[in-house]
């Protein structure tokens, strides 16, 4: 399974074309409006969520409510077009406002000094994280794959800033409801409200906050990723693929940080039999992946968000392209956090990782058949 998306931040729409996905997947326009409406929750966003819609149209690949194995592709258009379309326009011209005050942290200079533009715009509007709508489009599909393998994907936040989740409680996929309805997406109602107090904080002083967001596959079977070769490591896999969501500086799989300063005896999950489960692991120390293959337990992944790098205030110190006069950034609206909605795109992410896993380990050209194909090598576990 492989997918690619177009589109910029401000430009007529986004669109996502999903290839390889098995014949016969049950999916409605609604799922995907969900997912997506899931994605623009959170404390702490911008005005443009409140105001914008996702205008999701299928084009095509999907037949009276079902996959028909051939590429996937969905339009997300953009609201706000008419209001864009003459600085976004793809015809010949010129922009009146050229961006030349750089925003440290962000892809503007690199962009800008890698590709020959004088604009940070021609860089901002691909690199802003409006891109992940269309990837939240494909993780619906994904998502909708691994329900019929029995494999959920969930996700809440364990960090704002400096606030930490304390309880370690994990939400479970009936506790999902519980976690959205949650303003900042997290399952520790004590922490809850020192998060929300934070983002004030922060959007009182013009600033900007970054956090952790914990990702948990549940019903994740043995043998998902590989041993025998790097890129096949379901670990490396998952690493990429929360790594390139925007703004994500670290990803940690299961205690991975912590085990670092353990020593061997306490830092592994101890291997057990049951007549009637058959092998299990008394700790989850992993994150339930063993050799860069999933081991049967539950998939616990981290990814790590550094505070957006366009502030309400801009007080660091930058450069105009133009005149090299020290000054500080343009002004651009931004969110004061996206921690929360980031949650929603690393269940994208990772449900992407796991369902191309499951079809190169299940392949099938029909749900049917990936289904089957699944229960034949459970069946053959020993
Ligand atoms: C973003 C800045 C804001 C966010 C945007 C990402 O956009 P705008 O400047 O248009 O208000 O709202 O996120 C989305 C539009 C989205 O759908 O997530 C940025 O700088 O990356």
């Known amino acids: 399974m492989r997918y690619l998306t177009a589109g910029e931040s401000h430009g007529r729409a986004l669109v996502v074309i999903v290839e390889g996905l098995p014949a016969g997947l049950p999916i409605t326009v609604e799922a995907f409006q969900d997912e997506l409406a899931r994605r623009r ?8 969520m409140r105001f914008e819609q ?12 079902r996959t028909l194995g051939s590429p996937v592709a969905i339009e997300i258009g953009n609201t706000e077009w008419p209001k864009w379309e003459e600085e976004m ?14 925003r440290p942290g962000h892809a503007d200079l690199a962009g800008m000094q890698k590709y020959g533009f004088r604009d940070a715009r021609d860089v901002l509007e691909r690199a802003s994280a409006r891109e992940t709508a269309a990837r939240v489009a494909a993780g619906t599909l994904a998502k909708a794959l691994l329900s019929h393998l029995d494999i959920e994907v969930i996700s809440h936040v364990v960090q704002m800033g400096p606030v930490t989740a304390k309880s370690g409680a994990r939400p479970t996929p009936a506790d999902l409801a519980q976690v959205d309805a949650s303003e900042v997406r997290c399952f520790d109602p004590d922490a809850e409200q020192a998060m929300i107090d934070e983002i004030k904080a922060a959007a009182k002083a013009g600033d900007s906050l970054g956090g952790v967001v914990e990702v948990l596959g549940y ?19 998952l690493a990429q693929a929360l790594m390139s969501i925007q703004a994500v500086k670290a990803v940690e799989i299961g205690e991975g940080i912590d085990v670092a300063a353990r020593r061997g005896s306490e830092a592994h ?43 309400n205030r801009p007080v660091l110190k ?12 343009f002004k651009e609206r931004t969110d004061v956090t996206a921690v929360p909605a980031m949650g929603v795109v690393a269940e994208t992410m990772t449900a992407l990782v796991l369902a191309g896993e499951a079809l190169r380990k299940f392949g099938g050209d029909s749900l049917p058949e990936v289904v089957r194909n699944r229960d034949a090598f459970l069946a053959g576990l020993a």
């Open 269 to 311: 999950d101890p291997i057990t039999w049951e007549a009637d489960a058959g092998y299990q692991r008394e700790s989850d120390r992993a994150g339930g992946v063993e050799g860069g293959m999933t081991s049967g337990g539950l998939v616990v992944a981290r990814a790590h968000m550094k505070p957006l790098a366009t502030l």
């Open 89 to 102: 326009s793809p015809h010949p011209g010129a922009t009146e406002k050229p961006l030349t005050q750089p």
């Open 41 to 48: 929750l959170g404390f702490g966003r911008g005005p443009r």
């Open 54 to 65: 996702d205008e999701i149209t299928l084009l095509g690949g999907i037949r009276h409510g």
């Open 318 to 329: 930058t450069v105009d392209v133009d005149t090299k006069e020290e000054t500080v950034s």
């Open 219 to 237: 019903g994740v079977p043995v043998g998902l990723g590989s041993h025998v070769h790097w890129d096949r490591k379901i670990d490396a896999l």
